[in-house]
């Protein structure tokens, strides 16, 4: 776990034309949801939890958005507690940076491989490598570096709720999930950012190869292509009386408690060459 002093970074404006076109998600339209155009870095970050001046190139994504309790309830963007994600790429492997605002970290050190973290503090993310909610991994990662991950698998076409989830009767009857499958390769560490020496914010680095996002695309390297993506923080909280509270945090808005059931919301990643 590394201890360090947070580093200023350089804000990076995105911009882009999305050029690859996904099928299986009609009941979400595209053009609605958010874009991230992420560039490809020479350097390859050392994966140590530490946000160090290779990460000033990254963009960054600071707004997300509550989770909603009803389909017709909108969700709004969250300020408190604050976010901050990047993401850089190379031909090799994906690159992630959660920092996450929090004066009050909530974990449980008994926790295992592929427990349920998100009834604690928990960063995670969803890759659709085909875009076409079908099939997509989760993976989720703690404070202390304690990490789930798993694939979903749906052999039929989606079929989803007003509220952008997939029915009670796909989940119950179609849709299969793997906890067994491994992220080979993948790299994580935790980290926290001190404040007058006290603890203001966690963080999250992760190396993700890409074989192995790529694998049900039958690719081994990145290239300039679009994925599907969503990126999620749960953040606990608990009051005087000991009640918990999950706050759960969300690059594209999702039902509360549902974002591994919907495919068809995650938000367009597209890895860019910005030197080309």
């Known amino acids: 776990m590394i201890m360090r002093?947070?580093?200023p970074i350089?804000?990076?404006?995105?911009?882009?034309?999305?050029?690859l076109i996904f099928s299986g998600c009609a009941s979400t339209?595209?053009?609605?949801?958010?874009?991230?155009?992420?560039?490809?870095?020479?350097?390859?970050?050392?994966?140590?939890?530490?946000?160090?001046?290779?990460?000033?190139?990254?963009?960054?994504?600071?707004g997300l958005s509550t989770a909603s309790d009803h389909p017709e309830t909108p969700s709004a963007l969250v300020t408190t507690p604050a976010t901050?994600?990047?993401?850089?790429?190379?031909?090799?492997?994906?690159?992630?940076?959660?920092?996450?605002?929090?004066d009050r970290i909530d974990y449980n050190e008994t926790l295992e491989r592929d427990d349920n973290l998100f009834k604690h503090d928990v960063c995670e993310l969803f890759i659709d490598p085909v875009g076409d909610a079908r099939q997509w991994m989760e993976i989720q990662v703690s404070p202390i570096g304690q990490v789930l991950?798993?694939?979903?698998?749906?052999p039929v076409e989606p079929e989803i709720t007003k509220g952008g989830r997939l029915t009670e009767r796909l989940v119950k009857q179609d849709l299969q999930g793997d906890r067994a499958w491994t992220a080979?390769?993948?790299?994580?560490a935790t980290g926290r950012v001190m404040h007058e020496g006290r603890t203001?914010?966690?963080?999250?680095?992760?190396?993700?190869?890409?074989?192995?996002?790529?694998?049900?695309?039958?690719m081994q390297s990145f290239e300039e292509i679009s994925l599907r993506l969503n990126l999620v923080r749960y953040d606990w909280e608990e009051d005087a009386s000991g009640q918990r509270t999950r706050n759960q945090l969300n690059w594209v808005p999702v039902?509360?408690?549902?974002?591994?059931?919907?495919?068809?919301?995650?938000?367009?990643?597209?890895?860019?060459?910005?030197?080309?």
């Not at 991950?149 to 749906?154: A, K």
């Not at 080979?184 to 994580?188: I, K, P, S």
């Open 10 to 19: 350089q804000r990076i404006c995105r911009a882009g034309v999305l050029v």
């Open 84 to 102: 901050e994600i990047r993401l850089l790429w190379d031909t090799n492997a994906l690159y992630v940076f959660f920092t996450c605002w929090d």
């Open 200 to 218: 203001v914010a966690w963080t999250v680095e992760m190396s993700i190869p890409a074989e192995t996002i790529l694998a049900m695309r039958g």
């Open 149 to 154: 991950d798993m694939v979903y698998h749906l």
């Open 5 to 7: 002093y947070f580093l």
């Open 255 to 276: 039902l509360s408690g549902c974002p591994h059931i919907s495919p068809t919301k995650m938000g367009i990643l597209t890895l860019i060459n910005q030197n080309r």
């Open 29 to 62: 339209p595209l053009h609605t949801l958010p874009e991230w155009n992420v560039p490809m870095t020479e350097q390859v970050p050392v994966i140590d939890g530490s946000l160090d001046d290779l990460w000033a190139q990254a963009p960054l994504i600071e």
């Open 184 to 188: 080979d390769g993948m790299q994580v």
